[in-house]
Structure formats: C-alpha cells, structure tokens
C-alpha cells in the first residue's frame, strides 16, 4: 500500500469490501475457499468488463481493468498455492468417505459419494468452491476399472 501500486490497492479494497459486505449476511466468507471463489467471481467480472470497454473502444479503461485482473490473478494463484482446492486432498477425502460407507455395507455409486461428501458434517459441507471438483474425482474414480471392485 505505501508503494501506492493503484491496481493493487483498488482490487484489495474491493475484496475487503466484498468480505465485510458477506460478513452481513447468512454465508459469511470464513475459508480459503470461499475467498478462492469470491476472487475468481471478480475477476470473471474483470474478464467481463474488458470486453465490454474494448466493444465501446475505451482502451484506456481495459488497460485499468487488465491490470486489476492481474492482480486477481496473482491473488488466486496464491490461494491456489496455500492449498486452498489442493486436488490431492479433495481425492483423499473423497476416498475415505468410499471407504466409510463401504465399511458401514452402504451403497457405493457416484451419487451417494458425492451427497455424503457434501452433507452437513460431511468433509465438503462448508466449502461450496468445491463440488465441481469433488464431483469431476467422484466421476473419475467410478470411471476407473480398479474402483469397479
């Protein structure tokens, strides 16, 4: 902030006012994934008004835009790297709640995995950032032969 980096500043003050704007409602952000997923909103949001001010050939504020999403970008990597949808612990996760529901004789299909996934209690209940991805591993271990067993 004392470098006075003005893209940076803005996109900081728009996340925080994001975070203090949910903190006011029922879903506050309180995990790395939600914040995860609150940054790519706004630079889905960058990508958006981009096009636009290039349609309307105001250069000058695409240039301001583009450099604020960089800075998104930055941010999402750096969630990204703390782990925040780290791959690996979403398909370990997902294993053990094949694993329990083997061992209690439950039933074993795409569709139970993924609702005990994101049951209330259940490892994903929190962290809505990641259902696709819980869902895309779910479909790719049924898809496996070696899980077919």
Known sequence: MRSKDAPSLSVLRAVLADITNSSKTASPITTDPQLLRLVRK???????????????K??????KEARELRVLERYMESLEGQGATNKDDVRKKVEE???????????VSKGSVIQNCMRKGGPFDTT???KGQVAKIVNKMFSEPASQS
Do not use: C, P, T
């Open 97 to 107: 709640v094949v694993a329990a529901l083997k061992a209690d004789g439950k039933e």
């Open 42 to 56: 706004r630079a889905s949001a960058s990508e958006a008004s981009i096009e636009h001010f290039k349609l309307a």
């Open 128 to 130: 809505q950032d990641d």
């Open 58 to 63: 105001r250069d000058d504020l695409a240039e």
